[in-house]
């Protein structure tokens, strides 16, 4: 079945500093991908997406690329800010299925000053 | 757009007793689904509905777990003789019926069985 595999946290940064969250998975067919986002105290929120290969989803910073060679979609940002903590969860919908979304567990950013 | 709401945000309820929780999706979203996320994990899916229509169901929806979406807008999770691991946050979602479409996530509601 559909699988979604992230990088362990907790992630401690110093402000500024460059982020890369792992993530990779396996899907039948060709997933779209995504990266939601919790907050502390708030619902799941969408970051960014791409739904074919090679596609660069990017949205206040972030950037992901669809590479399907690798079956990854990891999360980039060049400069943290104390604002970015939080919970990102990266996630995939099969093309069938109504597309349900399989997360992954879970990668905590905490961003210091 | 008033987004996704789900009632109650908080439940505390005793082992054995039912709870009923609802979901209000974004008005003009066809699909809505039912999530669970319990402490530590990313949400797991549960079921979800086309318009009035439950078309899938996890294996992890038990017998004691029923959804409903009588008129094709908000939706019911009814959990029945709860147990101590039903413990967790419960999430509704809702988009429309494309393709790829963006899910959009209520609050939650968080159920805890003493």
């Known amino acids: 079945g559909d699988s979604v595999t992230q990088m362990e946290g907790p992630v401690t940064l110093s402000e500024e500093a460059f982020l890369t969250i792992n993530c990779t998975y396996t899907?039948?067919?060709?997933?779209?991908l995504f990266w939601y986002v919790q907050y502390p105290g708030e619902g799941l929120q969408l970051l960014l997406k791409?739904?074919?290969?090679?596609d660069k989803g990017s949205n206040k910073g972030f950037e992901a690329t669809y590479r399907k060679e690798t079956t990854s979609f990891h999360l980039e940002k060049g400069s943290v800010q104390v604002s970015d903590s939080a919970v990102y969860f990266c996630a995939l919908s099969s093309t069938g299925g109504g597309n349900k979304l399989t997360f992954g567990t879970g990668t905590q950013l905490k961003v210091e000053l | 757009d008033t987004g996704v709401s789900q009632d109650p945000r908080h439940k505390i309820t005793k082992r054995g007793q039912n709870v009923t929780f609802r979901c209000d999706p974004i008005s003009e979203h066809n699909r809505l689904y039912w999530y669970r996320q319990t402490l530590g994990q990313g949400p797991e899916f549960l079921t979800y509905f086309q318009n009035e229509a439950q078309l899938e169901k996890s294996r992890l929806l038990s017998d004691r777990f029923s959804a409903e979406r009588p008129k094709g807008s908000f939706s019911t999770l009814e959990i029945q003789r709860t147990e101590q691991g039903d413990s967790a946050m419960y999430l509704c979602a809702s988009s429309g019926s494309g393709l790829v479409e963006t899910q959009y996530f209520g609050p939650g509601t968080r159920l805890l069985v003493l």
């Open positions: 899907a039948t067919g060709y997933p779209s």
């Open positions: 791409a739904t074919k290969a090679d």
